[in-house]
């Protein structure tokens, strides 16, 4: 294992220490407006507005991660059960909360979505609401892992992308890009939140290879044939796999496990 690897996975090893899938206790307000979720720091743009039917939030720095958390999707519940549903809701991370006082700031359609039937009005009232999260599966039926070719991109200079619909719970860490059928590897750097990219771009069609959190180490995700010979910055391209994997946590089952709302 040459050391790009083996320096890839001890960042992993590291990053996984923490029991994500505990439940927390925490606080969420919620935006008017989706537009500031959708035009936030993960760089997804009106394609977030899409995602889990525009259930986005805004995390705190210790979820958003300096954006290896973006996409990632958590069950969210307010506490008051006059109100409040048990299951809450599933949001996906799509920005960064600046903010000190709130665990998450919610789309209004997800602050929304954690009443009880008829109670939406008065969830809404709450503005800042007492809750608990914790991380769970992102599930996009019959959508495989895409990629979206940057409008900054430029042939073949420069390639800036980003990955959507990534399912599973796990955490895009590293990123490599070559030619389809060539061994010769290249590696994207993430440039801000969820996108990646590179000065050095392969010539013709390209395949990636992704390391993810889908064990107490690193899986490599392989997408054989991705971006034809004639790719187009703007577009999004089906890479032809889906991420399904749940991160193993390195926490004693009794501390957190899987835990159920109750």
């Not at 927390?24 to 507005?49: D, E, M, R, T, V």
């Not at 409040?84 to 599933?90: A, E, H, N, P």
């Not at 926490?251 to 496990?257: L, V």
Request: with cysteine; charged share 20%.
């Amino acid at each position: 294992m040459g050391f790009y690897s083996t320096f890839f996975l001890l960042f992993i090893i590291s990053s996984v220490s923490a029991c994500d899938r505990c439940i927390h206790p925490g606080k969420a307000a919620f935006f008017s407006s989706s537009a500031p979720l959708s035009s936030g720091a993960c760089g997804y743009g009106p394609l977030a507005l899409g995602f889990y039917g525009g259930r986005l939030g805004a995390g705190a720095s210790s979820l958003y991660r300096n954006g290896v958390g973006c996409g990632g999707c958590f069950q969210i519940r307010c506490k008051n059960p006059s109100i409040c549903s048990k299951k809450g809701t599933t949001v996906v991370l799509t920005d960064l909360n600046k903010s000190n006082e709130t665990d998450f700031v919610l789309s209004d359609r997800a602050f929304r979505a954690m009443a009880l039937n008829g109670k939406e009005q008065d969830v809404m009232k709450l503005g800042v609401a007492d809750v608990e999260y914790k991380r769970v599966m992102c599930v996009y039926k019959n959508q495989n892992l895409s990629v979206r070719v940057e409008d900054s991109s430029q042939k073949p200079h420069y390639l800036a992308v980003k990955f959507l619909f990534q399912g599973g719970q796990t955490d895009i860490v590293a990123a490599d890009v070559a030619q389809v059928g060539s061994s010769n590897w290249n590696y994207l750097s993430r440039n801000y939140g969820a996108v990646w990219d590179t000065s050095r771009v392969p010539a013709g069609p390209l395949m990636f290879r992704l390391v993810v959190t889908g064990g107490y180490d690193g899986k490599w995700i392989w997408a054989p044939k991705v971006l034809p010979a004639d790719w187009k910055a703007g577009a999004i391209y089906d890479a032809g796999v889906q991420i399904s994997d749940i991160a193993k946590e390195g926490c004693p089952p009794e501390t957190c496990g899987d835990q159920e709302w109750k």
